[in-house]
């Protein structure tokens, strides 16, 4: 299959979601159980001051939908903030992912705030019993240093983007204490965490100067597009050429995208994002909701060139369900929610369509 390389730019984002989640409110002294209970709520600060608050359980954004997490506060008209872990251990037989500069460059192309954070507290997965593949969960942040952080950002009148940088500067005092959390949660719960010069390496690279950081992230971010590029993952249905997305904006930043399904019709380039399900109804909301985050940086492309030949951009969220599927038959509150999709795919100038058929 045929890859084609993009570029384009992106001047400013202008984007109106209908479809986020009511946010349950929560005062400070509740912020604990919030952050443990919600991965997206409304802090209230007390005199009229709240923030809009998602946390990510970790630092790989292809995990455990953050994006939709993000998605949910963009309607809230204050200050957005994300909660993001410099890294994640699960255990030497699990995953480790650390954090990308190409993420916190994103959520500052969003106007979102960025909490650097780490776990401080975790339990031996029972899952895995006695056996070698040990691992832990239910990590949690370590609240304290995240409500100092809060504390900072009231009194702070800069946008996300210095406010971000800031974050990017104190990002290896944090990965040191990371590091020294997961030794202590190894020694109390016996898992054995992945070899600490690993990690040590990694968070070297964050102490060192943030230039050389920036373009190490956004390294592994070019070779997971090129990965990812040349792929067809088992749960998209797409029959167009995969494509290769790098996105360059007024803030300097670059991001490095993979884009399911491209076609070129006259000076016309669709890109298309798949979301795809094996059950009897649509995609999930959480599904869904991943696939209008890359909608809100296409509706925005400007300047789009593939072989130096620029092209107007039609972005479609394409939505395949299993054979048999009957979008009229779906159900009066179904349908509601479906209007609502396709309602804000009018308001902000993408397409929708379930299995190959047009919803506006």
């Known amino acids: 299959m045929e890859t084609l390389n993009i570029s384009g730019k992106i001047t400013g984002i202008k984007y109106a979601p209908l479809l986020t989640k009511n946010l349950t409110k929560y005062s400070l002294k509740e912020f604990d159980y919030a952050l443990a209970k919600e991965s997206v709520f409304l802090l209230d600060l007390g005199r009229d001051n709240e923030l809009a608050i998602s946390s990510w359980v970790s630092a790989k954004r292809t995990r455990s939908y953050p994006y939709e997490r993000v998605y949910n506060t963009l309607s809230f008209a204050g200050k957005k903030i994300a909660i993001i872990p410099i890294f994640k251990d699960e255990g030497k037989e699990g995953d480790r992912d650390f954090l990308q500069w190409d993420t916190i460059s994103l959520m500052s ?40 952080e809060i504390k900072k950002l009231l009194a702070y009148q800069s946008d996300a983007l210095h406010w971000n940088l800031e974050q990017i ?97 006259g000076n016309t380039i669709s890109l ?36 130096g030949k620029v092209y107007s951009v039609k972005p479609i969220l394409k939505l395949t369900t299993a054979k048999g599927f009957n ?22 100038n993408f397409t929708i369509t379930v299995n190959n058929t047009p919803l506006n």
């Open 327 to 348: 979008l009229n038959k779906f159900g009066v509150e179904n349908q509601e929610y479906i209007q609502s999709l396709v309602n804000e795919a009018n308001k902000n």
């Open 169 to 265: 500067d104190n990002a290896g005092q944090v990965g040191k204490k990371a590091l020294e959390s997961y030794e202590d949660i190894s020694k109390k719960t016996g898992v054995k965490m992945h070899l600490k010069s690993g990690g040590e390496s990694k968070i070297k690279r964050l102490l060192g100067d943030k230039k050389e950081f920036m373009e190490h992230s956004r390294f592994l971010a070019k070779q997971a597009q090129k990965r990812e590029g040349g792929i067809t993952q088992p749960h998209e249905n797409v029959d167009g050429s995969k494509c290769t997305i790098t996105i360059t904006n007024y803030l300097k930043g670059i991001y490095f995208f993979t884009c399911d399904e491209c076609k070129i019709v």
């Open 272 to 307: 298309t994002e798949a979301k795809h399900t094996t059950k009897s109804g649509l995609p999930s909301l959480s599904d869904i909701k991943d696939g209008i985050l890359k909608m809100i940086l296409f509706t925005n492309l400007k300047e789009v060139l593939v072989n």
């Open 109 to 148: 192309l969003l106007g979102v705030y960025v909490i650097i954070s780490y776990y401080n507290s975790a339990q031996k997965s029972s899952k895995y019993g006695n056996t070698k593949g040990n691992k832990i969960t239910n990590q949690r942040f370590d609240t304290t240093q995240i409500k100092s």
